[in-house]
């Protein structure tokens, strides 16, 4: 079974440019989170959709949005791209109910210069 | 923000030899999950121990939580080289939702062969 995928692998964008990352969940996971991990750093919450519905939003501006399709395939939209939005972005895939494992994918390099 | 801090930053030991990482956190938790990480790319799910468990073990790998302390401890038994990594842990509020993982800053390991 495909685990979860994101796309692209890499991405350089200017300042003040837009950026879309994609994502597909593992097969039956209804659930999808992104985090943004700048280097040297772990993990940060950005988003969580569930059913297409926006369940959970971390402390990030409004250039930050992300939405979730009816395959629950996901995009995380970043507008207005500064040089400190370069990072890894991660996104996970998980079950509801009991399951709390959580299941990554490879993550986008974002380089904004 | 990081929920907590993990300690050491980085830890470099023999092949053979045991390895232990150790994570504070700040506020109350439903559980605490263990997360590995190889050259910045996506995590993979060590283990997961609930707020009312001590001790949970998983092949080489032993983990405690002392919620009266808010930390936990990461042990890996018989190391080898290919656990070399980035190891983070990662809370989930009481709210159990599991979605959004708060991370720690995370422990470098290398095992020298």
């Known amino acids: 079974d495909a685990g979860v995928t994101q796309s692209p692998t890499h991405l350089i964008k200017t300042r003040g440019q837009h950026v879309t990352l994609r994502c597909s969940p593992i097969s039956g996971h209804k659930s999808v989170s992104w985090y943004q991990q700048v280097l040297g750093q772990g993990p940060q919450f950005i988003f969580q959709?569930?059913?297409?519905?926006?369940?959970g939003r971390g402390n990030f501006p409004d250039r930050f949005s992300a939405r979730q399709f009816p395959n629950y395939s996901s995009e995380l939209n970043v507008n207005a791209l500064l040089l400190g939005d370069s990072a890894l972005y991660l996104c996970?895939?998980?079950?509801?109910?009991?399951?709390?494992?959580?299941?990554f994918g490879q993550g986008t390099r974002l380089t904004v210069v | 923000s990081q929920q907590g801090e993990e300690d050491p930053q980085a830890l470099s030991i023999q092949e053979g030899e045991n390895a232990t990482m150790n994570c504070s956190y700040k506020t109350s938790i439903n559980n605490l999950q263990w997360y590995r990480q190889n050259s910045g790319r996506g995590l993979v799910h060590l283990i997961l121990i609930r707020s009312n468990e001590r001790e949970k073990h998983s092949g080489r790998l032993r983990v405690t939580l002392d919620t009266s302390k808010k930390s936990s401890s990461l042990l890996i038994t018989a190391s080898r080289a290919a656990d070399t990594a980035s190891y983070f842990c990662a809370t989930v509020g009481p709210s159990g939702s599991a979605r959004q993982l708060t991370f720690g800053s995370g422990t470098q390991l290398t095992v020298l062969p």
């Open positions: 959709y569930y059913e297409k519905e926006e369940r």
């Open positions: 996970a895939s998980s079950l509801v109910g009991d399951r709390t494992e959580a299941f």
